[in-house]
C-alpha cells in the first residue's frame, strides 16, 4: 500500500476524447474510430490534439494547484494486433505522459480501459469473446511493467456498466447491439477480466493500488411503498450492484443472478471464472457521478432506453424503463436539469457516498463529476459561473459525506479541458479549459479554472 498521499484535486480525460492522432506512430484502429467513420459522425479523430501538447495540457494543471491527473491508456495505441505484439511508440508516448505529471508534480491516476478497444478485437466478438479478457489481461501487463515503477494508482475499467449497456444492450455506441442474452455475456466478460487484471497486479507485487471506476448513480424511489423498494432494488441491480458488488465483494447479487436466469442462459458462467472474481477485489471504488436514477414501480409498455448522446438540440428526456422492474421518473416538481435532461442533484452524491462506504468499507474517489454545455468559446475567460456552482455544490456535498464518515480521498473534476463527448461531438463542453476546436485548438482558461485553482490553494492550506 501507499504512504497515504495528500486528498487528490483533479481532473481526468480520457484517451480517445482527447488525444486525437488516431492513427499516428503506429497506433491501430480502435472500434471508435471505425464506427464513427463508417457512420460519417463527428469524431476523435484530432479532438483536443493531447497526442502532441499533453505537456501544455498537464503544465496548465499544475498552474491550476491540481495535484492528479487522471488519464486513460488506449490499448490499440500500445498494442498493435492480436498476437501482443508492443507499439514502443506508444509505450513511449504514454511514459513521457507519466514523466511531465511527475516533474509538474502531478499523480498520474491511470484507467487501463476507457471504451477504445482494438478493432483487431471487435472483428473477433469484442466482449463477448472470452478471448478478448485474456488479451485485456496482457496488455494490462505490459502497462504494469512499463509504466508501473511511476504510477501508483491504476483503474481496470471506466464505467463498465455505460459501456456494456450503451454497446451490447441499448446499441447506441459500438458495437450498436441490442441483445439483453449478449449484453449479460459482455457484463460479465468484462467483470471477469477486471478481476483477473486485480490478480496480475497483486501477483506481479506492482506497487501501489488498484481499483475500477463506476458510473455511479444512486437510486431514490418516488415514495415509501413496498413496490418502489422492489423497484429500487432492480434499478439498483442494474445501475451499480452488478459492477460494486462484483468488484469490491467478489459476489454478483445473487438476486440479479436469480432474476436473469428465469429468464436468460446463464450457464456460460464457470466456477472458476466466479472464484477468480470472488478471490481478486479491488483496493478503491472510483465513482463518476453525474446524477441520480429516480424510479418508480413498472407499469406497461416494453423495455425501452432513450439516451441523451444525440445533441443539445434533442428534445426528448433520457428515461430507463425495464419490463417488469421499473420505470425512471424524470418529471418530478423541482427538477434541475441540464441542456441534455441530465439532473443536476448534489444531494445524491452525498448520501451515495454514505451508503457505498457502509456497503464496501474501501476508499473512494470521485473520479468525475461536471456538467456539459454548449459554449462559446471566444471571450476570455469564459464566464462559467454556472460550473462553478456546479462543481462547488458537488464539493460541499463530499465534504458533508466524509464529515459523516465516508473515506474518499480524492475529486477528479470532468473535464481537464474540453474534449470530444461520445456521439455528441464536442459541442457538449465540459472542460475547465476551453478548446477552440474550430481555429487552432487553443487552450483558454474559463472562470471554473480560476475557482478550482484558488479553492485549491485553500484546501491545501488549511490541510498543513
Ligand atoms: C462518463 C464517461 O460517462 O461521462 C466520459 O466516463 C464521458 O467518458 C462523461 O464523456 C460525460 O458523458 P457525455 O456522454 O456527456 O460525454
Known amino acids: 500500500m501507499n504512504a497515504r498521499s495528500p486528498f487528490f484535486w483533479g481532473s481526468a480525460t480520457a484517451s480517445y476524447q482527447c488525444e486525437g492522432a488516431w492513427n499516428e506512430a503506429g497506433k491501430a484502429e480502435s472500434l471508435w474510430d471505425r464506427y464513427l467513420h463508417e457512420a460519417h459522425l463527428e469524431n476523435g479523430d484530432v479532438a483536443s490534439d493531447h497526442y502532441h501538447r499533453y505537456r501544455e495540457d498537464i503544465e496548465l494543471m499544475a498552474k491550476g494547484n491540481q495535484n492528479a491527473y487522471r488519464f486513460s491508456l488506449s490499448w490499440p495505441r500500445i498494442i498493435l494486433n492480436r ?21 509538474f508534480g502531478i499523480e498520474p491516476y491511470v484507467t487501463l ?62 458495437p450498436g447491439l441490442n441483445d439483453p442474452q449478449l449484453a449479460i455475456r459482455a457484463a460479465f466478460n468484462v467483470m471477469y477480466a477486471s478481476a483477473c487484471c486485480v490478480q496480475v497486479f497483486r501477483d506481479g507485487r506492482f506497487q501501489g493500488e488498484i481499483g475500477i471506476v463506476h458510473s455511479f448513480s444512486p437510486v431514490d424511489g418516488i415514495d415509501e411503498t413496498l413496490e418502489t423498494r422492489i423497484a429500487m432494488r432492480y434499478a439498483d441491480n442494474y445501475c451499480n450492484n452488478w459492477i460494486m458488488d462484483t468488484a469490491a465483494k467478489g459476489e454478483i447479487p445473487i438476486d440479479l443472478l436469480a432474476d ?19 478471490d481478486n477485489t479491488v483496493d478503491f471504488l ?13 407499469t406497461r409498455g416494453e423495455t425501452s432506453i432513450v439516451v441523451n448522446n ?16 421499473f420505470e425512471q421518473v424524470l418529471d418530478d416538481p423541482g427538477m434541475e436539469v441540464t441542456a441534455w435532461g441530465t439532473e443536476i442533484y448534489p444531494d445524491g452524491l452525498r448520501r451515495g457516498l454514505l451508503d457505498v462506504y457502509n456497503r464496501y468499507h474501501l476508499p473512494i474517489y470521485v473520479t468525475e463529476n461536471g456538467i456539459g454545455v454548449v459554449e462559446e468559446i471566444n471571450a476570455e475567460p ?48 465540459y472542460g475547465l479549459i476551453g478548446v477552440d476546436f474550430d481555429r487552432d485548438l487553443r487552450r483558454i482558461p474559463k472562470k471554473s479554472f480560476g475557482w478550482y485553482r484558488d479553492f485549491i490553494a485553500r484546501e491545501s492550506t488549511a490541510e498543513k
Not at 472483428?123 to 502497462?143: H, I, K, S
Not at 436473469?260 to 472474481?277: H, P
Open 260 to 278: 436473469l436466469n428465469k429468464r436468460y442462459d446463464l450457464s456460460f458462467m464457470s466456477s472458476r471464472q466466479l472464484d477468480v472474481i470472488a
Open 310 to 325: 444525440t445533441g443539445a438540440s434533442f428534445k426528448e428526456k433520457p428515461r430507463v424503463v425495464l419490463k417488469d422492474w
Open 382 to 429: 469564459i464566464d462559467d459561473e454556472y460550473r462553478i456552482s456546479f462543481m462547488r455544490s458537488h464539493i460541499e456535498a463530499i465534504k458533508a459525506a466524509m464529515h459523516e464518515g465516508a473515506d474518499v480521498r480524492g475529486y477528479f473534476a470532468w473535464s481537464s479541458f474540453d474534449l470530444y463527448s461520445w456521439k455528441n461531438g464536442c459541442e457538449k463542453r
Open 286 to 298: 472510483g465513482l463518476n457521478y453525474y446524477s441520480r436514477t429516480l424510479v418508480k414501480p413498472y
Open 113 to 174: 480501459y476507457h471504451w477504445d478497444l482494438p478493432q483487431y478485437w471487435q472483428d473477433e466478438g469484442g466482449w463477448l469473446n472470452p478471448a478478448v479478457a485474456d488479451a485485456y489481461v496482457r496488455f494490462a501487463r505490459v502497462c504494469f511493467d512499463r509504466l508501473g515503477d511511476r504510477v501508483r494508482y491504476w483503474a481496470t475499467f471506466n464505467e463498465p456498466k455505460w459501456f456494456v449497456a450503451s454497446g451490447y444492450l441499448i446499441g447506441n455506441y459500438p
Open 83 to 103: 498476437e501482443g505484439d508492443v507499439n514502443e511508440a506508444g509505450v513511449e508516448f504514454y511514459s513521457r505522459v507519466v514523466d511531465a505529471c511527475l516533474e
